[in-house]
Nanobody, 121 residues
Framework: VQLQASGGGLVQTGGSLRLSCAYSGRTSKSYAVGWFRRAPGKEHEFVAAVSWSGGNKHYADTVEGRFTISRDTAKNTVDLQMNSLQTDDTAVYYC???????????????WGKGTLVTVSS
């Protein structure tokens, strides 16, 4: 499974960004896809995940109500709409794939290069 994240950039506090993850591969449609982020000097942090069908979604407490994850199975993309961004949201964001389960970075089977999100005050 191959994944590629895009859509990062610079935004002011309170602003919005939409990240997109394009995935491909023979078994890609059977995996759940999650977003993680890594801030400078910190470990990978779970952000949000969506099941292979798009029916199940899971969010970290830190982004619940501000971020929305969605999946388009026809286009093989998973988007992350990020609203009310804060400086603490600054990080490199990665999308990753794994069977639905415990969303920790070490459990991910596939991941792509990240996209940088910078939130300025």
């Amino acid at each position: 499974v191959q994944l590629q994240a895009s859509g990062g950039g610079l935004v002011q506090t309170g602003g919005s960004l939409r990240l997109s993850c394009a995935y491909s591969g023979r078994t890609s449609k059977s995996y759940a896809v999650g977003w993680f982020r890594r801030a400078p000097g910190k470990e990978h942090e779970f952000v949000a995940a969506v099941s292979w069908s798009g029916g199940n979604k899971h969010y970290a407490d830190t982004v619940e109500g501000r971020f929305t994850i969605s999946r388009d199975t026809a286009k093989n993309t998973v988007d992350l709409q990020m609203n009310s961004l804060q400086t603490d949201d600054t990080a490199v964001y990665y999308c990753a794939a794994a069977p639905w389960g415990i969303w920790k970075w070490n459990n991910m089977r596939y991941w792509g290069k990240g996209t940088l999100v910078t939130v300025s005050s």
